[in-house]
């Protein structure tokens, strides 16, 4: 027996628009490869910055459908500062660029869904920071102080204000910080999808096989045909060793998730009618939990390096370890109240920074969130397409400046050492999962 693999975000999303599968030999200006929120931002940035300019658009699988769908639902503006050492300047620096682009990417999304009337559960609220375990309450603290020390706004909530806030006394420490929202990621990728400007023609169902330099501009390969184009971008995330690309510099992450049918009226009254927030953990896989708008509970507390990807007996393993996770919550839930679970792929690198590069004349890579893919994806995209325009900006500069992903070692080497490195992890979030 084994778990569908259903995301609860996409099931309940209105109906996305269908793009056709790319058949034959076509030419463009430009053509970008991924429709997430990294494509989805690069395409309409060109169509803004040359509005007579053939953009072509493709996806191996759905137009906002991958990844960008199958998220959290966080736009994430003040990351954990973690094991930043924000006493070394080098380190402050590229915590502070990463914190300016962070913002950036947010407003840019915020402008999006206000401009383009895209209904998404778009909410400008505070995310939450918090631990069960009192052995993380000085990391809290730790990271509470950090972020006023940087001018960021954080403070600390705990005891009854936090269960207040929260409905469950599961947390004991928390740190609130403001500038992020949170969202419906499939709602958002769609309408995103479908308000791009007329210019951009996108192809879905359309998986690139190769790419490749001929003469004077680049060919990207396709089972039904072919792109000729001078620019490629590619934006997809923890598929580009697929391509060829960035083998020994980034690496995926599996995560699974869980979304609860919605709260009944007695449960709503049992925990007290709490506004919609988000919860992350202190430790790195700990649980990131939801209360949603539409009054559901969304639980991940998994994440594991499974290259090949999380197959329905290992989902329907995660299911139960997510009904665990949500009835040490809230003792009224467990497995059977699960709607929808499912899985979804992140791209990691070893020192957290992402790839953003004009790899060879005319090829742009962009991508490698490390888990923040949301808001770093919608401003990174059009950053990325800004470059190719050949643009400048203080926000590019940042970006270009950043320290590139460290090499990793190659496998099998690799394999062994990260489910080495991710089995500690897991062991020291197990009080918070």
Same mark, same amino acid.
């Given at each position: 027996?084994?778990?569908?693999?259903?995301c609860g975000?996409?099931?309940?999303?209105?109906?996305?628009?269908?793009?056709s599968?790319?058949?034959?030999?076509l030419?463009?200006?430009?053509v970008?490869?991924?429709g997430?929120?990294?494509?989805?931002a690069?395409?309409?940035r060109?169509?803004?910055?040359?509005?007579?300019a053939?953009i072509?658009?493709i996806?191996?699988?759905r137009?906002?459908?991958?990844?960008?769908?199958?998220?959290?639902?966080?736009a994430?503006a003040?990351?954990?500062?973690?094991?930043?050492?924000?006493?070394?300047?080098?380190e402050?620096?590229a915590?502070?660029a990463?914190?300016?682009?962070?913002h &950036?990417?947010? #407003?840019?999304?915020? =402008? *999006?869904v206000?401009?383009?009337?895209?209904s998404?559960?778009w909410?400008? +609220? !505070?995310s939450?920071?918090?631990a069960h375990?009192?052995?993380?309450?000085?990391k809290?603290?730790d990271?509470?102080?950090a972020?006023?020390?940087?001018?960021?706004?954080?403070?600390?909530?705990?005891?009854?204000?936090?269960?207040?806030?929260?409905?469950?006394g599961?947390?004991?420490?928390?740190?609130?910080?403001?500038?992020g929202?949170?969202?419906?990621?499939a709602?958002?990728a769609?309408?995103?999808?479908a308000?791009?400007p007329e210019?951009?023609?996108?192809?879905?169902d359309?998986?690139?096989?190769?790419?490749?330099?001929a003469g004077?501009?680049?060919?990207?390969?396709v089972?039904?045909g072919?792109?000729?184009?001078?620019?490629?971008?590619v &934006?997809v995330? #923890?598929?580009f060793p =697929? *391509?060829?690309?960035?083998?020994?510099?980034?690496?995926?992450?599996?995560l +699974? !998730?869980?979304?609860?049918?919605?709260?009944?009226?007695?449960?709503?009254d049992e925990?007290?009618?709490p506004?919609?927030w988000?919860v992350?953990?202190?430790?790195?896989?700990g649980?990131?939990?939801r209360?949603?708008?539409d009054r559901?509970?969304?639980?991940?507390?998994t994440?594991?390096?499974?290259?090949?990807?999380?197959d329905?007996?290992l989902?329907?393993?995660r299911?139960?370890?997510?009904g665990e996770?949500?009835n040490?919550?809230?003792p009224?839930?467990?497995?059977?109240a699960?709607?929808?679970?499912?899985s979804g792929?992140?791209?990691?690198?070893?020192?957290?920074?992402?790839v953003?590069?004009?790899?060879?004349?005319?090829?742009?890579?962009?991508?490698?969130?490390?888990?923040?893919?949301v808001?770093?994806?919608?401003?990174?995209?059009?950053?990325i397409?800004?470059? !190719?325009?050949g643009?400048?900006?203080?926000?590019l500069s940042?970006?270009l400046?950043?320290a590139k992903?460290?090499?990793?070692p190659?496998?099998p080497?690799?394999?062994?050492?990260v489910?080495?490195?991710l089995?500690a992890?897991?062991?020291?979030?197990?009080?918070e999962?």
């Open positions: 027996m084994s778990c569908p693999d259903i975000w996409s099931a309940l999303a209105p109906e996305a628009a269908r793009f599968v790319l058949k034959g030999a030419q463009a200006d430009y970008i490869i991924g997430g929120f990294t494509g989805l690069a395409a309409r060109l169509a803004e910055g040359e509005p007579q053939r072509i658009l996806d191996g699988k137009i906002g459908g991958g990844a960008s769908a199958r998220n959290s639902g966080f994430v003040n990351e954990s500062p973690g094991h930043a050492r924000l006493d070394n300047p080098e402050l620096a915590f502070m990463m914190n300016r682009i962070d &950036a990417g947010v #407003a840019e999304l915020r =402008r *999006l206000k401009d383009n009337r895209i998404c559960q909410e400008d +609220t !505070a939450i920071h918090a375990d009192p052995k993380n309450f000085n809290l603290r990271h509470a102080e972020f006023r020390g940087l001018g960021l706004d954080a403070r600390l909530i705990e005891g009854a204000d936090l269960a207040k806030r929260l409905g469950t599961f947390y004991e420490l928390g740190v609130e910080s403001r500038g929202a949170l969202l419906q990621p709602m958002l769609r309408g995103l999808a308000t791009l210019t951009v023609l996108c192809f879905e359309t998986p690139v096989q190769k790419i490749s330099r004077g501009s680049w060919k990207v390969q089972a039904g072919s792109l000729s184009t001078p620019h490629v971008i &934006a995330n #923890a598929f =697929r *391509l060829g690309l960035k083998r020994l510099r980034v690496f995926p992450l599996a +699974t !998730a869980s979304l609860t049918r919605p709260l009944t009226a007695a449960e709503e925990i007290g009618h506004e919609p988000g992350l953990s202190p430790q790195s896989f649980a990131t939990m209360l949603t708008q559901r509970v969304l639980i991940r507390n994440a594991e390096y499974r290259p090949s990807g999380i329905g007996a989902l329907m393993a299911r139960k370890q997510h996770g949500l040490k919550r809230f009224f839930l467990d497995e059977s699960i709607a929808y679970s499912w792929t992140i791209c990691v690198s070893r020192n957290a920074r992402p953003f590069e004009q790899s060879q004349p005319g090829l742009y890579l962009c991508g490698g969130y490390n888990a923040a893919g808001s770093r994806g919608a401003i990174m995209g059009r950053l397409a800004e470059l !190719a325009l643009g400048q900006s203080e926000l940042h970006v400046n950043l992903p460290n090499l990793i190659p496998r080497f690799f394999d062994i050492g489910r080495l490195r089995a992890a897991r062991t020291a979030a197990q009080s999962r």
